[in-house]
């Protein structure tokens, strides 16, 4: 499967971006989806997953803020980020995994930047 992500930029603290994560070759459904994030120094975290059926999950410090969401018909994932602190700040990664036979497979979409700056 190949992912492409867009939708990063800067943005003041407090304001919203919407990442979207396009995905092609593969079908899509079967595959959960998230993002995660990296900002200079540290090591890659999930953001926020969301399964083949809908369910969700969150880093703690995203709760409340950001949301994870599919579009099956468009082979799309999308993260509404809103409340936007500093702290955002990193290259955001979209992956796709999917398990086969008990081995999980992985997939990247090439990150896109997102500034949280005055």
């Known amino acids: 499967v190949q992912l492409q992500a867009s939708g990063g930029g800067l943005v003041q603290p407090g304001g919203s971006l919407r990442l979207s994560c396009a995905a092609s070759g593969s079908i899509f459904s079967a595959y959960g989806m998230g993002w995660y994030r990296q900002a200079p120094g540290n090591q890659r975290e999930l953001v926020a997953v969301?399964?083949?059926?809908?369910?969700?999950n969150y880093l703690d410090s995203a709760k409340g803020r950001f949301t994870i969401s599919r579009d099956n018909a468009k082979n799309t994932v999308y993260l509404q980020m809103n409340s936007l602190k500093p702290e955002d700040t990193a290259v955001y990664f979209c992956n796709a995994n999917r398990r086969v036979l008990g081995v999980r497979y992985d997939y990247w979409g090439q990150g896109t930047q997102v500034t949280v700056s005055s």
């Open positions: 969301i399964t083949s059926s809908g369910s969700t």
